[in-house]
């Protein structure tokens, strides 16, 4: 039985060595820029559209499968939330700027030429700014007309960050096309979802969840190091 096992053991290590040094690893770095579209997610219900934002960021890649990798990015991105007046003439935005390093499942396929991908993980986020930009006292809305005669949550206008870290998971996906052996363009759309609540939500406060929701849209590029 043991002379049986180390047979075993040797023809595994046989057809494994062939494998390990089939595909080289590849190891790549770029930039990338690109939209932001997002929202959040309050609970009670605010009435709220899509803000529009900006994201840039550098990339770094590890190839070692030929269908897997690692990809792991430093990226600045504007998320927030925008109010939904019926009323056109009011406008109110609270933008906030994250530090943002996302860490992802690479998974690849196609041809030499055009790749398509999907990307998987989490993202931790350290809110370093954040702004209100708006045509009214929002600190003032009981004096407002408009606020007097239509039932909506106010509270959000004027509250305090609770927590400036964020965490919480993404999927994107998108197209790859190798211009030559070195470099390469892609185009990328992503989903994040928080997990962690913007604003305080304690039993007592107005809100029991306040996480962010954003959409991406980039546009990057890689320079293959190895």
Not at 113 to 125: A, D, H
Not at 168 to 177: C, L, Q, S, V, Y
Not at 194 to 207: A, E, R
């Amino acid at each position: 039985m043991r002379h049986l096992f180390l047979i075993l053991l040797m023809t595994l290590a046989a057809l494994s060595t062939p494998a390990q040094t089939h595909y080289k690893g590849k190891i790549s770095v770029g930039g990338k820029a690109g939209a932001t579209f997002s929202r959040v997610n309050f609970n009670p219900t605010v009435e709220q559209m899509m803000l529009p934002g900006m994201t840039a960021g550098v990339m770094f890649r590890y190839v070692e499968e030929n269908h897997f990798g690692l990809v792991a990015e430093l990226n600045l991105a504007q998320r927030g939330w925008k109010e939904k007046f019926d009323d056109s003439q009011y406008r109110y935005n609270h933008r906030f700027t994250y530090l943002e390093l996302p860490v992802m499942t690479h998974i690849f396929f196609g041809n030499k030429r055009v790749k398509g991908f999907f990307n998987l993980g989490p993202e931790i986020n350290v809110m370093i700014a954040h702004g209100v930009s708006s045509n009214f006292e929002y600190g003032s809305t009981e004096m407002m007309d408009y606020f007097a005669q239509n039932t909506r949550h106010v509270e959000q206008l004027d509250m305090s960050i609770d927590s400036k870290l964020d965490y919480g998971i993404f999927a994107g996906a998108g197209m790859e096309i190798n211009l030559n052996t070195k470099n390469s363009l892609l185009l990328e759309g992503r989903f994040y979802y928080g997990l962690t609540d913007v604003f305080p939500n304690h039993k007592t406060d107005v809100f029991s969840s306040s996480n962010s929701m954003s959409i991406m849209v980039t546009l990057g590029y890689f320079y293959r190091l190895k």
